[in-house]
């Protein structure tokens, strides 16, 4: 099993920006991020495949950038434009989200 710590969240105003990093036990070749907003079901953001196949929600395409480290077993997540319906709880995970869920790291888009 790999392990996932989550981390860059916090307090952005809509319009806002923001660079999330999560640190694996493992190998982040094939990682992808997610979020779970209160009362609602977790929903993937963005994934990367082994080949760099990169795959965007919709409610996010054109506003997030994922990325990874293989060195540092480091993959990101970059969001720009942030809006209120982006706050949410952010986890990090392999391709599938098949791995034990961290705590993940709280976005909170709020004026």
């Known amino acids: 099993q790999v392990q996932y710590e989550e981390s860059g969240g916090g307090l952005v105003q809509p319009g806002g920006s923001l660079r999330l990093s999560c640190v694996a036990s493992?190998?982040?070749?094939?990682v992808g991020w997610w979020r779970q907003a209160p009362g609602s079901p977790r929903e993937l953001v963005a994934r990367?495949?082994?080949?760099?196949?990169?795959i965007y929600g919709d409610s996010v395409k054109g506003r997030a950038t994922i990325s990874r480290d293989k060195n540092t077993n480091t993959a990101y997540l970059e969001m720009t434009d942030l809006q209120i319906t982006d706050t949410a709880v952010y986890y990090c995970n392999d391709y599938f989200g098949l791995q034990p869920w961290g705590q993940g790291t709280q976005v909170t888009v709020s004026s």
């Open positions: 493992g190998s982040v070749n094939r």
């Open positions: 990367i495949s082994a080949v760099d196949a990169i």
